[in-house]
């Protein structure tokens, strides 16, 4: 990168140094001064692809954070946010409660309750009405069936 200087001002450069450094030592400064040009632009160089290396650094940790987050997100949770936001279809979906049959619980007469009768303890012909003719018991014949 060079200052934005024409041919008139290099002449007139080149001309003053002619004069202050003399014929014999100008070759001897200009060797040094393009050293220095060299060295410069090297310096130049390295600052900026270390500025670019710390900005890809920068980048890069951003990256991470949010390749931190990314992780971090639940799918099922936001998925059934996303799907279900109040509830209600999963609600909805649940199997009814059933009873736990297995037995595992107190008994009626293990609390000094008496069992009360349930339907599949009852057996049917006790309820039935008994058929005409039948001979047995004259006061179940006498008693009329139930409605």
């Keep these: 990168m060079l200052l934005d200087f024409g041919w008139s001002e290099l002449m007139l450069i080149g001309i003053v140094a002619l004069v ?3 014929p014999k030592d100008l070759p ?4 040094v001064a393009g050293f220095w040009v060299r060295k410069a632009r090297t310096l130049s160089r390295e600052f900026q692809s270390s500025v670019e290396q710390m900005v890809r650094e920068a980048e890069l940790d951003e990256m991470r954070q949010e390749l931190k987050k990314a992780s971090e997100i639940d799918l099922d949770k936001e998925f059934r946010q996303a799907v279900d936001p109040t509830g209600s279809l999963t609600e909805s979906l649940k199997p009814p409660e059933l009873p736990d049959f ?4 107190a008994s009626a007469t293990d609390i000094g309750e008496q069992p009360a ?3 599949a303890t009852t ?21 009329p069936p139930k409605p």
Excluded: F, H, M, W
Excluded at 28 to 31: H, M, Q, T
Excluded at 102 to 105: A, D, K, L
């Design 20 to 22: 202050v450094i003399g």
């Design 123 to 143: 057996e049917p012909a006790a309820l039935a009405a008994p058929a005409i003719g039948q001979s047995g018991d004259s006061s179940r014949d006498s008693v």
């Design 117 to 119: 009768a349930t339907p």
């Design 28 to 31: 001897k400064a200009l060797r």
């Design 102 to 105: 297995s037995g595992s619980t």
